[in-house]
């Protein structure tokens, strides 16, 4: 069984469309995370949601909109894409606390042309 | 802020040798933790290793050990009897102790020669 888990694997779509990404953990983690990983392939993170709370955003544009029906759950939504969004995005679970560890998911390989 | 820093963005090993990996961080706090995170063309993020800042003993796993000098801010990575399977993308990251905030470093590519 796939621990974290994001669909869709590849999304490619035109400028200034609407798009989801959905992002599943079956570990029992509390916390979730989103990445966007660059062309150069720097590791960022965007958000990370606890008990449905946000607690990071990292200068994040507010087209960006994380959403956690439950704690298993935690579902990036892209407004107006632009070029610039595109980018691999992980989505990551882990236990609340520095000291553990995160588990990723495969990415979503995301492309706006 | 934290920031990483991986001064080597490709390495390259011959099969079977050992490869280091380097990586430092700058910080002002006293309590963190490190990790070590793999991604291979698969692009799978895949935890290496993971070292607490408090413990003096340099964490292994298997053919995997770091060198951690936490006055130097320095957290290496040791790579011994590399096999062609380690081939990746390996990423250095800093966790704060009081939240879930992880930087990561810019990554080093690592290419195992057969």
């Known amino acids: 069984d796939t621990a974290v888990s994001q669909t869709p694997k590849y999304l490619v779509t035109q400028m200034g469309n609407d798009k989801s990404i959905k992002c599943e953990q079956n570990l029992g983690h509390d916390t979730m995370y989103w990445y966007k990983q660059d062309s150069k392939k720097f590791l960022k993170i965007m958000f990370s949601?606890?008990?449905?709370?946000?607690?990071i955003n990292e200068t994040v544009p507010n087209r960006f909109s994380p959403k956690s029906p439950d704690k298993a759950h935690l579902n990036l939504h892209i407004n107006s894409l632009e070029l610039g969004d595109s980018a691999v995005y992980f989505c990551a679970s882990s236990y609340t606390g520095a000291k553990n560890i995160q588990y990723f998911g495969a990415g979503t390989r995301l492309s706006v042309l | 802020a934290q920031t990483v820093t991986q001064s080597q963005p490709e390495m390259s090993v011959q099969e079977a040798e050992t490869v280091t990996l380097s990586c430092t961080y700058d910080?002002?706090?006293?309590?963190?933790?490190l990790f070590w995170y793999k991604q291979p063309p698969s692009r799978q993020m895949i935890l290496v290793i993971r070292?607490?800042?408090?413990?003096?003993q340099n964490a292994t796993e298997n053919r995997f050990s770091v060198n951690f000098q936490k006055a130097a801010k320095s957290f290496s990575l040791k790579i011994s009897d590399s096999q062609l399977g380690d081939a990746a993308m390996y990423f250095c990251?800093?966790?704060?102790?009081?939240?879930?905030?992880?930087?990561f470093g810019a990554g080093t590519r690592l290419t195992v020669k057969p």
């Open positions: 070292q607490e800042a408090y413990k003096q």
């Open positions: 990251a800093y966790r704060s102790h009081n939240n879930n905030d992880m930087r």
């Open positions: 910080t002002s706090e006293s309590d963190y933790y």
């Open positions: 949601y606890n008990n449905k709370e946000l607690i």
